[in-house]
């Protein structure tokens, strides 16, 4: 209703506007996007132990069938190589992840790091949809010589390994 008195105010108010964010994105398509990424430190735990964490992670790779999240699972073991040899708990590790996950040692990537070594696989799924999905499954394996040991430097190294290259990574992309 337009009163003379209110001349301004009715002019705003009835003002419609064509306001289009280009910052704004579709939530559909910003949640496709998403990445989880699940970072386990270990030392030198028991066989249960490690066996209830790959079934954790075999888990969460089987249940991504929507398509919409990506995930990474990262172990951050310490203590792990001495010059270019795996301990035995590494080892258990690994015959552990061939039994819970599938994966083939000698289907690994090896990549020799500034802390020691890493091995990594890609976990594949058949979705219903025939679609592929991917999860990468990552062991960085320190060496104490390299990086300093214990727990909270792990904590650290995760926290750095998502920070400065993960996410630098996918800003490149």
């Known amino acids: 209703m337009y009163t003379s008195g209110l001349l301004e105010q009715w002019l705003m108010l009835s003002k419609k506007t064509e306001y289009h964010d280009e910052q704004h994105e579709d939530p559909v398509l910003k949640a496709s996007r998403t990445k989880v990424i699940i970072c386990t430190t270990m030392y030198r735990e028991a066989d249960y132990e490690m066996r209830q ?15 919409v999240w990506k995930f990474e699972s990262h172990i951050f073991f310490d203590g792990a190589v001495k010059d270019v040899n795996p301990t035995e708990f590494v080892l258990q590790l690994i015959s552990l992840a061939e039994e819970e996950l599938g994966v083939k040692a000698q289907f690994c990537t090896r990549t020799s790091t500034l802390y020691g070594l890493s091995i990594s696989w890609n976990l594949n799924t058949k979705l219903t949809n025939n679609l592929d999905r991917d999860m990468v499954f990552k ?22 390994y998502v920070l400065d290259f993960i ?4 800003e490149c992309k």
């Open 53 to 67: 964490l790959l079934q954790s992670i075999n888990g969460i790779h089987r249940a991504q069938t929507d398509g």
């Open 139 to 160: 062991i960085h394996l320190k060496d104490n010589i390299k990086v300093k040991n214990k727990k909270r430097w792990s904590q650290v190294m995760y926290m750095s």
């Open 167 to 170: 996410l630098k990574q996918e």
